[in-house]
């Protein structure tokens, strides 16, 4: 039987007091899976609309399946700091178009055109120093994988981004609470104003089932829903609760 998801800017409020893991599966059931994180070269189509039209792969939770697939995740995860998604895509398309997605040639490549391919994700002189720094870290894992407390060491990388980094590109169940993720859960009341990441990241551990899928998923559906939220207007979402 073929699923009916909402339509692209309806979203769906749940009932008061649901427990979180039953808003994850609402959620899922409403906006379908996400296919999160979009690649440049893949030709997966996006099941919401907002951002890239290619480049996610819902319900195929394989990826990624090269190094070069791998790096762009981190390279992603580092720029979409402080900027929407769409800005990001450009500074990984023109980064790759001058073949420049990749340690070595990030770390050889001169400031200025570095900074030039990245401008569109914002804060480029800054980013360029973060890129940088990532690009020499990950050349020296030869091929391992980072633990959370090692890429916290590496300058420019916070919680959300290692925790992005750990959870898209190195497949680990590291559960990832950004700003869309907070905003939703103090909308429905499970978290209060004033909570931090730290705090929210464990609330979602307690109250959610481990697992890779289900925690790339949760985070997407965050984003998605949150979007979804702005666009009708909060006050105007209260009125779409689903039984």
Same mark, same amino acid.
């Given at each position: 039987m073929t699923k009916s998801f909402l339509p692209e800017s309806a979203p769906f409020v749940p009932g008061r007091r649901i427990p979180l893991a039953s808003l994850a599966e609402r959620l899922l059931g409403a906006y379908?899976?996400?296919?999160?994180?979009?690649?440049?070269?893949?030709?997966g189509s996006n099941p919401t609309l907002t951002g890239r039209?290619?480049?996610?792969?819902p319900g195929d939770y394989s990826f990624p399946r090269t190094e070069a697939q791998r790096f762009e995740i981190c390279c992603g995860a580092i720029l979409t700091q402080n900027t929407a998604w769409s800005n990001v895509e450009k500074a990984l398309q023109a980064l790759?178009? %001058?073949?420049?997605? *990749?340690?070595?040639?990030?770390? !050889?490549?001169?400031?200025?055109?570095l900074q030039q391919a990245i401008r569109s994700s914002g804060y480029f002189r800054a980013k360029a120093r973060k890129l940088r720094a990532f690009c020499e870290f990950c050349l020296r894992l030869s091929g391992r994988p980072p633990s959370r407390e090692q890429l916290l060491q590496v300058w420019g990388v916070g919680p959300e981004t290692a925790d992005s980094i750990l959870l898209y590109?190195?497949?680990?169940?590291?559960?990832?609470?950004?700003?869309?993720?907070l905003r939703v859960l103090r909308h429905h009341g499970y978290q209060r104003s004033q909570s931090n990441y730290a705090a929210a990241k464990a609330y979602c551990q307690r109250n959610?089932?481990?697992?890779?899928?289900?925690? %790339?998923?949760?985070? *997407?559906?965050?984003?998605?829903? !949150?979007k979804r939220l702005r666009a009708a207007g909060f006050a105007a979402s209260r009125k779409l609760v689903a039984d």
């Open positions: 379908g899976p996400q296919g999160w994180w979009p690649l440049l070269e893949h030709r039209l290619t480049g996610y792969h790759a178009d %001058q073949s420049l997605l *990749a340690p070595r040639e990030i770390l !050889a490549v001169d400031e200025a055109r590109a190195y497949a680990q169940t590291e559960m990832v609470v950004d700003a869309y993720t959610l089932p481990r697992s890779l899928d289900g925690y %790339q998923e949760f985070h *997407a559906l965050m984003v998605e829903h !949150a």
